[in-house]
């Protein structure tokens, strides 16, 4: 990035700042919603939950038909040794249930919970099945499968699918794979792992869920369609990515974010926010809210000194601004898309360790006049 930055005075860069109208979630349940689209429905459906993360199953919304139900919640027995381990179509090569598929087989099923006089929401809206009626651990990486069934009625509604076993549900910490219609109880399936036009079922619904681990950040979340600062691929603290949803809030995620560059390659900024504005980019140590600044955000960088009259942080300098004419600033101007790319070199003299905090001011071309995007702390590796 040699020749990338101008640089300016940090009291000069506080009074623009200040001249552009700039003054002055705890880990817990979350929600994945999967889908309330149903063409189709039995007694119940099967699906596989892949853990990202490890998480604990809690509790679901159903989509039923109208009416007083009870609900049965399964979970496949994980045999390490079968084929599948952990899946619907979990299949042991060894006991009792060997060369049976799980979906087939009670034995390979342990019932998690029953649920008396479910009342219905009615067809394709949320059913609760009320908070902490299953605790089914998952461990990272882990795959096991869930059956969900109403006793002795035709009432589970889902919707045909076409890609059996792919992910068709997600965030950070799960997957949700396509996979079985069910007759009671254990009575047969409707959707065929081999593939083909409406080979599999999607389950409707709504999962509950905890993870103890989730981390939520400090820093400033990127701001969806006003000012989001991504680079070579980025991540929060728990992995997630520029664009990620908490799902405990169902708002974007915190930062900061993190992003290792090897030398000899490129750094990468992609921006967005509104069509044709420009985009100042600072620079310097990473310091979560530094200064809070609503409606516009927080500054997330600084050395935790302040600017005596402005209060603005100290420590940063003005990586590139987007209203000069010269590069690279001119380029920092979003498209008629709202967005704008590029890539500068990471030579492999560059030291390696955090090359700097970057996070983007950018205009709205409305009353706010700016707005703050997420701060991304790059590191050079070799």
Known sequence: MQGSRSRASVPVMAMLVLALGL????????????????NNGQAGNMFDVVASNAITLKSFDLNLDGGTFDIEIWSVITDPTAMNPGSIIQTPTAGPSMGLRADTDMMQWNLEATVLGVVSNGFNNPTPLGPGVVNIPYAAGETKGIYITVVAATAINYTNGNNWGAPYASNGDLAVLEG?????????????????????????????????????GIGQAPQTGLAVLDINNSAEVNGLPVGAIDPSTMSPVNGPYFTDISQGTSISFHLEGTPGQPIILLAGPLLPAALVVPPQGQIDIGNGMFDPVSGFPLGIVLAANGTAPTFPDAFFVLDVNGEMDISLPVFSTFP???????????????????????????????
């Open 23 to 38: 003054s002055g979630a705890a880990a817990g349940q979350f929600t994945l919603p999967v889908l309330f689209g149903a």
């Open 352 to 382: 390696l360790g955090i090359l700097s905090t970057f996070q983007a001011v950018v205009f709205t071309g409305g009353p706010s006049v700016v707005a703050i995007s997420n701060a991304v702390q790059v590191n050079i590796v070799p």
């Open 180 to 216: 079985f219609g069910s007759v009671y109880q254990f009575g047969g399936s409707f959707g065929n792992p081999i593939g083909g036009a409406n080979s599999s079922r999607r389950w409707n619904g709504n999962i509950h869920y905890d993870n103890p681990n989730f981390m939520p």
